[in-house]
C-alpha cells in the first residue's frame, strides 16, 4: 500500500496564492507519475497537473500560466504551487499517484483538501 498525505489547503482571497503539498510512502514501490485533480460541489473530478518521474508536466488549461507543479523524487513529494487564485478555483483538491510494484502498476489517491478563493 502506498499512503498520500496531503497538506496546504486553505481559504485565501481572489488573487491570492497558496501552495500544496502530498508526500508518499510505502514500501517496495517506485512512484511513477503524480498528480492534482481537483473536484468543486456538483461536478466531476477533473485533472488539475500532472508531473512524470523524469519531470514532463501537464496542465489544465484553466491553470496554465498560473499552477506550477513540481516533485521532489528523493522525498517522494508533489507540490503544486497555486498563484493567482480565482473563486472558481475552489474545489476540493485531490493528489494522485501511480506506483508500480514488480509488473503492475497501481492508482493511490490522497484523502483531499480543501481549497476555497473568496471574492
Known amino acids: 500500500q502506498v499512503q498520500l498525505v496531503e497538506s496546504g489547503g486553505g481559504l485565501v482571497q481572489a488573487g491570492g496564492s497558496l501552495r500544496l503539498s502530498c508526500a508518499a510512502s510505502g514500501s517496495n514501490f517506485k512512484i511513477n507519475a503524480m498528480g492534482w485533480y481537483r473536484q468543486a460541489p456538483g461536478e466531476q473530478r477533473e485533472l488539475v497537473a500532472a508531473?512524470?518521474?523524469?519531470?514532463?508536466?501537464n496542465y489544465a488549461d484553466s491553470v496554465k500560466g498560473r499552477f506550477t507543479i513540481s516533485r521532489d523524487n528523493a522525498k517522494n513529494t508533489v507540490y503544486l504551487q497555486m498563484n493567482s487564485l480565482k473563486p472558481e478555483d475552489t474545489a476540493v483538491y485531490y493528489c494522485?499517484?501511480?506506483?508500480?510494484?514488480?509488473?503492475?502498476?497501481?492508482?493511490?489517491w490522497g484523502q483531499g483538501t480543501q481549497v476555497t478563493v473568496s471574492s
Open positions: 494522485d499517484c501511480k506506483a508500480r510494484r514488480g509488473i503492475y502498476e497501481y492508482d493511490y
Open positions: 508531473i512524470t518521474s523524469g519531470g514532463s508536466t
